[in-house]
């Protein structure tokens, strides 16, 4: 169970990961996490499409949009899944959990600030491989281009399951 802190103080855990994969994700939320916070508040848009994420604030969205991301969880709806069914993601937003469309735009407006702080995380996954000997060294020319790689793969995947959904049968 991890849980991103991403105000002004150190990122935080639930509990001392337990498992092997529990350690990497701890890395991972804490890459996303500090990333997060060095974006200029200035620069973020944070898109209020319902009440229930009125109070969900914009470097939250954007690290759980780079958390999500970096783990291959890359359309809207399965974000959003993901959040109902992870204990440790859902902390990040409490009650205030965003609707796809909510993502969607907001991916769209601070793609800029997403693609850093997938690049932050990207760069960690590379860390950690270099740190067990399966990386020479992090390739910082791959790390951006695969964040923008994954960015386009959740446009791509929203763009599918938006199709399926006015193509849908009865509609």
Sequence with gaps: ?????????????????????????????????????????????????????????????????????????????????????????RGLCGELLPDPDTIRQFRSENREALDFCLQAALRCQAQEKVAQGLLAKVNEERVAEEARRRITMAMFKDSMDLEKTVNAPGR
């Design 1 to 89: 169970m991890t849980a991103l802190n991403t105000g002004t103080g150190p990122p935080c855990l639930a509990h001392k990961p337990q498992r092997d994969g529990e350690f990497e994700a701890w890395s991972l939320a804490h890459a996303v996490a500090a990333a997060a916070r060095k974006v200029d508040a200035g620069i973020l848009t944070l898109v209020d499409r319902t009440k229930a994420t009125a109070g969900l604030g914009a470097r939250t969205l954007l690290a759980l949009l780079a958390f999500c991301y970096a783990r291959q969880v890359y359309g809207s709806l399965e974000v959003v899944a993901r959040l109902r069914c992870d204990e440790g993601l």
